[in-house]
């Protein structure tokens, strides 16, 4: 059974950092895609950063500069560094695999920027 375990939300100040992280568990996981995602109250859930197995990354405009997504496929954990957050990403965090089957979700991870 496919399992995605965020961590790491909180509340921060703007100009501020968080790192979160999603262990998963029950597939191979070097041989798979990992994205975040995040949803903010009323909007859709939007694509913030991707890294293939091949560890290529990609990332939303919004975040480019700001955010680095990065995978240890040692400890089965794919990462989130957020740097220089606004107040516009305070949104709920989900992490994201597919592993043909459709997709799978973490239970996600609040992350509020505020003063």
């Known amino acids: 059974q496919v399992q995605l375990v965020e961590s790491g939300g909180g509340l921060v100040q703007p100009g501020g950092s968080l790192r979160l992280s999603c262990a998963a568990s029950?597939?191979?996981?070097?041989?798979?895609?990992l994205a975040w995602y995040r949803q903010a109250p009323g909007k859709e859930r939007e694509l913030v950063a991707s890294?293939?197995?091949?560890?290529?990354?990609n990332y939303a405009d919004s975040v480019k500069g700001r955010f680095t997504i990065s995978r240890d496929n040692a400890k089965i954990t794919v990462y989130l560094q957020m740097n220089s957050l606004k107040p516009e990403d305070t949104a709920v965090y989900y992490c994201?695999?597919?592993?043909?089957?459709?997709?799978?979700w973490g239970q996600g991870t609040q992350v509020t920027v505020s003063s």
């Open positions: 029950g597939f191979i996981f070097r041989l798979y895609g």
């Open positions: 890294i293939t197995s091949g560890f290529a990354t």
């Open positions: 994201h695999t597919n592993l043909g089957l459709g997709p799978n």
